[in-house]
């Protein structure tokens, strides 16, 4: 006989009710490593954290337990045997000094048990160990230069988004923390606005960024953690470094996430990729407004840090055709195209050999287009469209209202952390940012009313595909 139905016999509806009730805590409660979960740490800091707090988890369910069985023991013990007993008055007495010592001092020691680590984690959070300091480094399993090769991230929380400054590379960028997973990140926080907070749960918990205050926290992630994990399906696996951390340089990390996540899943398409958001309500939008962050091993690190460099370096942008230079293959210049517009200057690319005078108009077979007609078009309506009086590329635009879009073409999200950065999400956002993300201070930014050519793409296809092209091109 199965229990349903010994239960059924008690009341149909009971078991109706009960069984709703199960399904219901049952389908709400989700895995503890799903992508935003503090209880999945994967860093040194955050497990510092989740340690203490499952101390205090312990020990509450002791105290639950103990009080809760004195408690039945008392109830059951003095029960009333008989009717008779159950009339009689008990002798009335009040106190009981050793009992009440002894619980004092029980509560006090619960307290320094708890007390003891939390400082400690206080201090782990607040400072990034001396690399000179062995005995604490060995205590922590770390490297000397795990922390003498720290990098530093000035973070500025702005509604609605992330500006990631690295003070060391000279270069800014928005949404999308990078850092190397075997290093320690020093995090300084600002805000230029209203209280924001920042909440990295797998790695470094929550800080506020607090007007006129800096604050700081740091965090370094666990490689190892990062390569392990459990998939959709209940597996565990454990996989290379380069599997976990896909390239975030040359595209390869925007690719693994599109091709292996849809966007609402609940789990990390990859070990690498991690979920923050503001957890401080700062306005209309806050909701919307998370980050990533990005591991990755030393090299690709490096490698990224190169290409956003050479990026903005004017140095490194191809200089103008000269008709008395000779060009080898590989060569680029800049050169006019009047297809495009008027005074428009585009890169060619030298396919072979251009001798003295054979210029891309004169000698078509010798140069290609580095970009498309589309990329071309999109990048002049970034300028005449007012896109430029917000955004910086190129630069490391700290003064910029918006966020910094050098690179843009490598994110993996759009919209501080809101939409997967594709060719669709980047449409909506353009025709009508406020539909995707109410409140927005692009939509809503300061001089910009129904007037303004951003809020006069909604119907216009042609230039929404230009730009979007434009804008994915930046890689
Ligand atoms: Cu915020």
Redesign the pocket.
């Known amino acids: 006989m199965t229990i349903t139905h010994h239960i059924s016999k008690i009341s149909p509806k009971l078991v109706l009710i009960v069984n709703t009730i199960f399904l219901a805590l049952l389908s709400s409660c989700s895995r503890v490593d799903h992508k935003q979960s503090a209880l999945d740490p994967k860093g040194l800091v955050s497990q510092n954290q989740y340690d203490i707090f499952m101390l205090s988890v312990w020990i509450t369910i002791f105290l639950f337990c103990a009080v809760g069985g004195c408690l039945l023991y008392v109830l059951w013990k003095y029960r009333a045997k008989s009717k008779e007993e159950a009339m009689e008055v008990p002798e009335q007495m009040h106190g009981n000094s050793k009992v009440e010592t002894t619980l004092i001092l029980v509560s006090a020691v619960i307290l320094v048990i708890l007390a003891v680590p939390t400082l400690q984690g206080v201090v782990l959070m607040n400072r990034v160990p001396d690399p000179n300091d062995t005995a604490t480094l060995e205590k922590l399993k770390l490297d000397k230069s795990q922390i003498e090769d720290a990098i530093t991230v000035n973070v500025t929380?702005k509604?609605?988004f992330w500006v990631f400054e690295y003070p060391q590379y000279g270069i800014v960028t928005a949404n999308e923390l990078v850092f190397p997973a075997s290093k320690a990140v020093r995090v300084n926080l600002r805000t230029e606005d209203v209280i924001?907070s920042f909440w990295l749960p797998k790695l470094a918990g929550k800080m506020d960024l607090m007007p006129g205050q800096e604050n700081f926290l740091w965090f370094i992630a666990d490689e190892d953690k990062i390569r392990k994990g459990i998939d959709p399906d209940g597996n565990p696996y454990n996989v290379d470094a380069k599997v976990a951390m896909p390239s975030v340089f040359n595209g390869e990390m925007r690719e693994t996430i599109f091709t292996k996540q849809a966007f609402t899943d609940e789990f990390e398409a990859v070990g690498g990729l991690f979920y923050g958001q503001?957890a401080?309500y700062?306005g209309n939008s806050?909701a919307y407004?998370s980050f990533r962050a990005l591991a990755q091993t030393d090299e690709d690190f490096d490698k990224w840090v190169l290409k956003f460099r050479n990026a903005q370096n004017p140095n490194l942008q191809p200089s103008a055709y000269m008709s008395e230079s000779k060009y080898s293959k590989g060569d680029i210049v800049t050169f006019s195209d009047s297809t495009i517009g008027e005074n428009v200057t585009r890169e060619y690319r030298a396919v072979k050999v251009a001798n003295k005078g054979q210029t891309p108009s004169t000698q078509p077979k010798s140069w290609e287009k580095v970009h498309s007609d589309d990329y071309e078009k999109g990048k002049i309506l970034f300028g005449t469209q007012g896109c430029a009086q917000c955004h910086a590329i190129n630069k490391t635009g700290l003064g910029a209202k918006g966020p910094n879009l050098t690179l843009f073409g490598l994110r993996t999200s759009l919209a501080a952390g809101w939409m997967r950065n594709d060719e669709e999400s980047l449409d909506k956002w353009l025709r009508n940012s406020n539909e995707v993300k109410f409140g927005n201070l692009m939509w809503n930014g300061e001089g910009v009313d129904d007037r303004h050519p951003l809020r006069q793409l909604e119907d216009d296809d042609e230039k929404v595909s230009q730009l979007v092209t434009y804008l994915l091109g930046l890689k």
Do not use: P, Q
């Open positions: 929380g509604r609605f924001h503001c401080e700062c806050h407004m």
